[in-house]
């Protein structure tokens, strides 16, 4: 689960370099060897899939930034919808949203990743999204995540305009150098007024009438248009396999029976199942376990790497 320059969801599941433990006795009915070893949640037995159907050039990381109650959420599941990545039901609210406060409130905590692949044009495209929080007291999930990206859609509601966090939101975006594709939600209301925010965005931000797109999320309207506009203002990643490993821990979960996921942003080198790797910081040495994107669910791959 986790983002990588390459890619928006890379994980990796990490193990501590420690001395071996001695044997665990067994009770006589569990099976012996290396299977009495496997984990019943592990991604072991499942179809790896080939990142090398990817090249650096057809792969997109964004995120999705915005005020609070701007639509982020909901514009997340109709690209995942589109895309094919999960199927179209009444129930597709808040997908990318796991925290049960988040469901229960209806607002982004955390912010929260996902591959999805894309076809334009007839060539195929791995499109890495993050969803975000867009109230101010999770910003730093914000700027977190922008360090995995080369580029955003910036979320501004029809009705309500630009607010504080769009602001905010924009500026980190814009010192963090990257591509900016605005988007004006909710056009589908009935006193929503998407000529008088495009000049609003004109005005503040600096960007062209011309770039904004229009859409309804709720009900999907020129929602593909987003996805176009990603491939053609948002650059792909810059990398080399050559390079020695060089990743950005951007974000992590604990499991119980799993250990450390590392949520990772690879940005030179190759990673794979078995690899020692050492944290910068604290100088701890690691063996990686597990590798692989989220589509959103965890989609085990043989390595994450660049392709260039």
Known sequence: MALAGRTAAWWARLRSLCPAVAPLCLPPWLPAGPVACERLYSSRGK????????????IRN???????????????????????????????????????????????????SASIFYNHEGVNYLLNLIDTPGHVDFSYEVSRSLSACQGVILVVDANEGIQAQTVANFYLAFEAQLAIIPVINKIDLKNADPERVEKQIE?????????????SAKQ???????????????PPPQCNTADPLKALVFDSTFDHYRGVIA???????????????????????????????????EQPTHKLNYLV
């Open 47 to 58: 179809e790896k899939l080939d990142m090398l159907m990817y090249p650096v050039e057809s």
């Open 263 to 297: 949520n990772i942003a690879l940005f030179g080198g190759e990673i794979e199942k078995g690899h020692k790797i050492v944290f910068a910081h604290t100088k701890k040495r690691y063996e990686v376990n597990e590798v692989g994107i989220l589509t959103p669910n």
């Open 203 to 215: 005005k503040l931000f600096d960007i062209p009438v011309e770039e904004c797109v229009r859409i």
């Open 220 to 234: 999907g309207t020129n929602v593909e248009k987003v996805l176009q506009k990603v491939i053609e203002k948002i």
């Open 62 to 112: 964004f995120s999705i930034i915005a005020h609070v109650d701007h639509g982020k959420s909901t514009l997340a599941d109709r690209l995942l919808e589109i895309t094919g990545t999960i199927a179209k039901t009444d129930r597709n609210k808040q997908v990318l949203d796991k925290l049960q406060v988040e469901r229960e409130r209806g607002i982004t905590v955390k912010a929260q």
